[in-house]
């Protein structure tokens, strides 16, 4: 069975800093990894996938098989960064797992 | 384009009460998912569909159902509800296809069971 782990609940850092959320996965095929995030009072949309190899807002993710893991970086915080964010995983049909989420604050 | 809209925004029930939560997917998309997602922890996946079909499950009951309509809204069914079910049940509609489909998400129903 596919399992997501975000082992951070909070990830408080100061604007301008280096930000990384981690996230490891256990799936025995290969799957497809996705950031989710969530700002404010807005649902929940995606942020970036694997497989676009794309920065989206200044964050970027690298796909480490090895490691199992896929890790969210930007390296320079903004507040408007400051969200909940969801890495997902999926093998087939666009049915995702979920990690437990990471709560990101920016303070000015 | 109509992004996702679900209904109602929330609602409470009592214990052993059945509801019926529904969904409108966005203009174009064929699939819709459903997730709960209680509180403090990510989304977890129910079940989808597909083409009026379901089109795969995760681990929730059979007292947890769902349907498709061909204009592809979606219902999710719960019966014989628990203290457990109070969460924030999210709807997500998407194209069909293989995986790494953006999957576009409503604004949630939180349901209460008291």
């Known amino acids: 069975a596919q399992r997501v782990t975000q082992p951070e609940k909070l990830l408080s850092v100061f604007k301008g800093a280096p930000v990384e959320l981690k996230c490891n996965y256990s799936?025995?095929?290969?799957?497809?990894l996705f950031w989710y995030v969530q700002y404010s009072r807005q649902r929940l949309q995606l942020l970036l996938r694997h497989i676009s190899r794309e920065s989206i807002k200044g964050f970027t993710a690298d796909l480490n098989k090895g490691e199992t893991s896929f890790h969210l970086k930007k390296p320079f915080a903004q507040e408007e960064d400051s969200a909940m964010y969801y890495c997902?995983?999926?093998?087939?049909?666009?049915?995702?797992?979920f990690g437990g989420g990471t709560r990101l604050m920016v303070k000015p | 384009e109509t992004g996702v809209t679900q209904s109602p925004t929330h609602l409470i029930k009592t214990r052993g009460q059945q509801v019926t939560l529904r969904c409108s997917s966005q203009?174009?998309?064929?699939?819709v998912s459903w997730y709960q997602q209680a509180l403090g922890q990510g989304p977890q996946f129910i079940f989808q569909y597909y083409r009026e079909e379901e089109n795969g499950r995760g681990n929730f009951p059979p007292r947890f159902s769902g349907l498709q309509f061909p204009n592809y809204s979606s219902e999710l069914n719960v019966n014989a509800l628990e203290l457990d079910d109070s969460a924030l049940y999210l709807c997500a509609s998407s194209l069909a296809g293989t995986g790494g489909n953006e999957q576009f998400f409503g604004p949630g129903t939180r349901l209460t069971v008291l």
């Open positions: 203009s174009g998309h064929n699939t």
């Open positions: 997902a995983l999926t093998h087939a049909g666009n049915m995702l797992t």
């Open positions: 799936y025995s095929g290969s799957p497809e």
